[in-house]
């Protein structure tokens, strides 16, 4: 779809009143056609004219599941790790033997994905004693692993270091002490790294981004926290300092954030190597790469990311006269979101009429905020289609809307659905695979939906659907 729409154009729907469509937005010639950037590889309308995944129909797919449903193509996630671990690995090969990528848990794990992460070769980068009880327990040796978190409990450290995790992501001045002295308890070496606060202004949505000074991650460069963090990591010797990290923030399109602050952590690692005589052995460059979630977005392919950010290292360790560390990133959504689609039954539609008589169509679905909070928290974009059949009926601008007692329950701001999509048909959110399942709740006690994984015609469940009898277990009575 091109993305020439002028702003605020307006849409005649099938009764004959307008709505304002969005300026990237453009009406499709035909309602049934899937943009493939949007869609799990495996994806098509199969003969019926029925969304079919892994070589299943999506109603097969419902009746054993049932809907709402996070239905997740396993070949699209395992082919973008790989693509992710191999360009990676190509693009800094004779830098400093290949770059690892550790895939950020916390946009979507499962016991099932961590034994794809740790089969196919990445690491694991976890933000919580959760997500790295997952990550083992799906087999990824504790040494591919990385725990991460602004406020780690000494709890968490303790697991961490317990199952051998290959480095832990300092936050904090407190937590410097409070790390060296569970190592000490438990007669370890603890390899860490030093969450850095570069100072960069990351291009994407306030609330994702994390490398400016006024927030809660890492220590700053700027105000000497970082420094002093080094120092004090140097002098306990139940921590080996590996080497600094920085993650700007999240659905970042424009590398020009990671030159900025790739150049910022290469400094100080200068810094210190010549500072203090020692070279620290790795650098971290975080994740953040942006994935499409409608045809607004034109993410970078994983090859052109790899062979940029090793342009960038590359220039500033000559520029620093250091030699290249090994360099690991962390990326997540890019892995995860494009691997999967929500599944939905439609129920109640209704057009309400809007001032100057135009109107609007929504469309009520089975699920909403609680399975996807990232419309209302981020005003973020999605898009739908119709996926139990296809259709010849008209599009009609329309909103998806979810069945919570809150007016900001929106799934998909604007779409064009077939104006005769209606009560019982099935509706698909494509690239709600990141951070949908892992942020979802229980608000209005519905059960979190079940994560099916689909490949060569075969379902497996990798999250099993919450039922009222789960909601009633955790009440105390
Ligand atoms: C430290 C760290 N690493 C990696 C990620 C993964 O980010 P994304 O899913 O945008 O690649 C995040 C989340 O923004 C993060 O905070
Ligand atoms: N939850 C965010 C990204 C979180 C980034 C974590 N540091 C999102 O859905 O976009």
């Known amino acids: ?109 499962a016991t099932g994905v961590a034994r794809w992460i740790s089969e196919d070769g990445l690491n694991l980068d976890t933000a919580s004693g959760g997500e790295l009880a997952l990550g083992l327990r799906g087999g990824v040796p504790g040494e591919r692993i990385a725990l991460h978190g602004n406020n780690k409990s000494r709890s968490e450290i303790h697991a961490a270091l317990t199952a051998g995790v290959g480095r832990i992501v300092l936050d904090s001045l407190g937590e410097i002490d409070l790390v060296a002295d569970v190592a000490r308890e438990l007669d370890v070496v603890a390899p860490v790294f030093i969450r850095v606060t570069v100072g960069v202004e990351a291009h994407t949505h306030s609330y994702i981004a994390t490398a400016h000074e006024d927030q809660k991650f890492g220590l700053s460069l700027a105000g000497g926290q970082a420094l002093t963090a080094v120092e004090a990591v140097l002098a306990r010797p139940e921590l080996s300092l590996r080497g600094l990290h920085s993650h700007i923030g999240s659905q970042i399109f424009d590398l020009g954030g990671f030159e900025v602050s790739a150049r910022r952590l290469l400094e100080l690692h200068a810094r210190i190597e010549h500072s203090y005589g020692v070279t620290l052995p790795e650098i971290d460059l975080g994740g953040g790469f942006g994935m499409a979630y409608t045809s607004e977005h034109t993410p970078l392919a994983p090859e052109r990311i790899a062979t940029r950010l090793a342009e960038i290292v590359a220039r500033e360790c000559l520029v620093q006269g250091v030699a290249v560390p090994k360099v690991s990133v962390e990326p997540g959504r890019a892995i995860s979101g494009p691997s999967t689609f929500t599944l939905y039954e439609v129920g109640a539609v209704k057009d309400v009429a809007l001032e100057g008589g135009t109107s609007r169509r929504y469309v009520s679905v089975d699920g909403g905020m609680s399975d996807n909070i990232r419309t209302a928290l981020y005003d973020a974009d999605y898009s739908a289609t119709l996926a139990s059949r296809a259709s010849q009926a008209p599009g009609v601008l329309s909103r998806v809307v979810g069945k919570h007692c809150e007016s900001g329950d929106v799934v998909v701001k604007d779409e064009f659905l077939p104006s005769d999509a209606g009560a019982g048909d099935l509706l698909a959110v494509p690239g709600t695979g990141a951070y949908c399942r892992s942020m979802a709740s229980n608000y209005n006690q519905v059960p979190r939906p079940a994560v099916v994984a689909v490949r060569d015609g075969v379902a497996r469940l990798l999250v099993r659907r919450e039922t009222p009898e789960d909601l009633l277990a955790l009440d105390a009575g």
Not at 32 to 46: I, M, S, Y
Not at 48 to 66: H, N, R, Y
Request: charged content about 15%; hydrophobic content about 50%.
């Open 1 to 109: 779809m091109a993305h020439s729409h002028e702003a605020g154009a307006l849409h005649a729907p099938h009764n004959g009143a307008t709505a304002v469509v969005p300026a990237w937005l453009t009406p499709p010639a035909d309602v049934n056609e899937l943009l493939p950037q949007l869609w799990a590889r495996t994806v098509t309308r199969g003969a019926d004219g029925s969304l079919q995944v892994g070589g299943i129909a999506v109603a097969e797919l419902v009746e054993q599941f049932g809907t709402p449903l996070y239905v997740l193509d396993e070949e699209d996630f395992r082919a973008r790790a790989a693509q992710f671990r191999d360009a990676f690995a190509t693009a800094f090969a004779d830098l400093c033997g290949g770059a690892d990528v550790y895939y950020a848990a916390k946009s979507f794990i």
